[in-house]
């Protein structure tokens, strides 16, 4: 069965970093597209980032972009989100999910299996 474990939240200032990790297990990680949300109190589910199979495409929601990184190794079946030049509207839980298929999706339903998440906030 698939098992996604994030780790890596915590406080950071306005304008520090934090990377996020999610270690997978379960068949075939490698073969499937990944991807980060967050949700924040009172707010929808937001997509944050995703990448394809190999790593080869990357997507971004506008609210990151320049910002954020997300990359995958797939020897070790984890996937990672690289926060640099962090916000107070950035503060949220953060969760990784699994993809039916190996092409990046910004869209919820693409998302079969999901991690617990942990929680990122960032102090004004």
């Known amino acids: 069965q698939v098992q996604l474990v994030e780790s890596g939240g915590g406080v950071a200032h306005t304008g520090g970093s934090l990377r996020l990790s999610c270690a997978a297990s379960?068949?075939?990680?490698?073969?499937?597209?990944m991807g980060w949300f967050r949700q924040a109190p009172g707010k929808e589910r937001e997509f944050v980032a995703g990448?394809?199979?190999?790593?080869?495409?990357?997507d971004y929601g506008d609210s990151v972009k320049g910002r954020f990184t997300i990359s995958r190794d797939n020897a070790k079946s984890t996937v990672y989100l690289q926060m640099n030049n962090l916000k107070p509207e950035d503060t949220a839980v953060y969760c990784c999910?699994?993809?039916?298929?190996?092409?990046?999706?910004?869209?919820?339903?693409?998302?079969?299996?999901w991690g617990q998440g942990t929680q990122v906030t960032v102090s004004s």
């Open positions: 990448i394809s199979w190999n790593g080869g495409r990357t």
């Open positions: 999910a699994r993809a039916a298929w190996s092409t990046v999706s910004t869209g919820l339903s693409a998302y079969l299996y």
């Open positions: 379960g068949p075939a990680f490698s073969s499937v597209a």
